[in-house]
């Protein structure tokens, strides 16, 4: 077996197989790392029955950690699953760094990616789709490419169709979904692309996996239903920063009038399909019915979007009257249940279709007739949308769960990202996420030249703080006065919609440069055209805080507007401060700082993407230093040297644009 120090050394074989290769320590210590936590206990006494070997590691930007864990997991010959948070990591890892390794070792890499079930085609509900004499004629094209499609693709995975956009109504009508799977009665399961799939992963030592779908394996599994992947030894997440908020959906519950609506939809297409008319006209006024009462259901709630709690919509109508809604509802789908359960003898799917309608009906009643004196672990809220509505029970704290479900039923486990820490400190991860206090937590910094490539602004004293009426106007004036310094070339990432609009609207008349704003194209659009159009500005928020990857001048600048704290309006954070507050923490520097703090830093990291990238940070918020908290968030930023005057911004970018010629 290769040691790792003649893989990682200078003119080892990692250096050998990768073009530019540097070594570095951190990667090289990264990788000793999970390779002793892989490693199997030596003695008894090493070995704790139902309780894995956790590693926490912070690997910085250009770190190199997918290969810093990928070598030592094929090393230990276990079987391990790699979860990423993205399905561009997923897609990176499996199409690009895991030949790579294979390269290295100079051996097969048996490997596997998985999706999510919405990813990749089902053929029943294809071949359903297709022979609808109803088909319109703007879909007929599509149908003739995926017909061709369909002749030469191994896996069915819609990333395959670079044609097809994100947006398609296309694809949620004929790809996979755990509630429409009809399993061993399916027609079609013995060509089915995820039963092929799961029987490759079988034999596969390596398996990749985003997070959503490893917790939608972890519920089934905690449920007793089975399990979506096959056993594993070894678990390593990266971007593992995300996995309270992926936890709390899954281990949570969930109904919404879409997912009735789907299917109520799917119910009236079996029928015509496989009923004859006099049965058809038993079940389909029941699904007529049904859905007027999913209709009406939605109008009893308040016309504003968004998230909201429960229990004071209750109050406001009375229990009684909420009550006699959700028995309403609920006693519409019992009646369609058991014309469904008599349709069992009329074709394939019919108890599946029951089954989907006792699932939903169940999840109803737990969360909309909630007891809020013996349910104090769970949040109950709702999302009102525009055409929809959701209700939800999610866990407070997901520690637990992970201890007893997670951690207890692998032998070992790695939490990787390049932010985990805030403030120098691994206690919020560690908190959030049940690691005991001993685990070993380990931090790799950059290896990045920040304090010799970066310069980090933050204005001058008296600049509006973000509470103050002025800012706005403020902060748009600034950052176009930085924009003419960098000549566009800038990422600015917004904390709110509404900020980005207003920032959006004013630089639209004043700024010479190429203005791109996220929601006016897709994401890969806006991002193709931001590489492409060197000078061009791009505004964004949410998502595009993270996985933002522009190496070169076309980013040489990035704008934050204020830090990144949440709106504690979300029913969801406002339960998580409340128990910290109930058990004697503060919520404030216990639980919203570290979360700022960790999504700035994401931000931050778009900058330096590799080590010819340079470039400037500005954070347009006064309160790094004027208020006591922000010395963490400086703490927690690259070692960019700092400056509050703008000609030291026309210095530099004449140094660096001076350097590039």
Known sequence: MMDLHDIFKAGGALSEGLANFEPRAGQRGMAEAVAAVLRPAATSEEYTEGAAQVLVVEAETGIGKTLAYLIPAVLSGKRVVVSTATLNLQDQIIEKDIPLVARILGQDVPALCLKGRQNYLCLYRWYQFRSNPQLSLFAEPWVAKIDTWLQHTATGDRAELDWLGEKSGLWPKVSCHSNQCLGGDCPESTGCFINQLRKQAGSCRLIVVNHHLFFSDLALRKAGFGEVLPRYEAVIFDEAHHLENVASAFFGKSFSHYQLIDLLGDIELQAKADLLPALAERLLPLQSGLKQRADAFMQIFPLHVGRFHLEPLIQEMSRDHWAEEIDLLSAGIARLIDCLKGMDGQGEGWLHLAGRAHELNCALREIALFDGNNNQDHVYWYEKRERSIALSATPIKVAEELRQHLYASVNACVLTSATLSSGGSFAYIKERLGVEDAVEC????????????????????????????????SVCARILDILRLSEGRALILCTSYKGMDTLAAFLDMRLDYP???????????????????????????????EGVDVVGEALSCVIIDKLPFEVPSDPVIQARIARIKDEGGNPFYDFQVPRAILALRQGVGRLIRSSADRGLIAIMDVRLFTKGYGRAFLKSLPASPVTRDLEDITAFFQTVDTLAR
Not at 519 to 544: D, I, P
């Open 515 to 545: 203005i791109l704003v996220q929601g006016t194209a897709s994401r890969n659009s806006l991002l193709k055209s931001f590489r492409e159009e060197t000078h061009s500005v791009l505004l964004a928020t949410a998502s595009f805080w």
């Open 442 to 473: 380990l931090k790799y910094r950059s290896p990045f030249d920040y304090a010799g490539r970066t310069l980090l602004y933050i204005p001058e004293a008296g600049f509006p703080e973000p509470a103050a009426e002025e800012f706005s106007k």
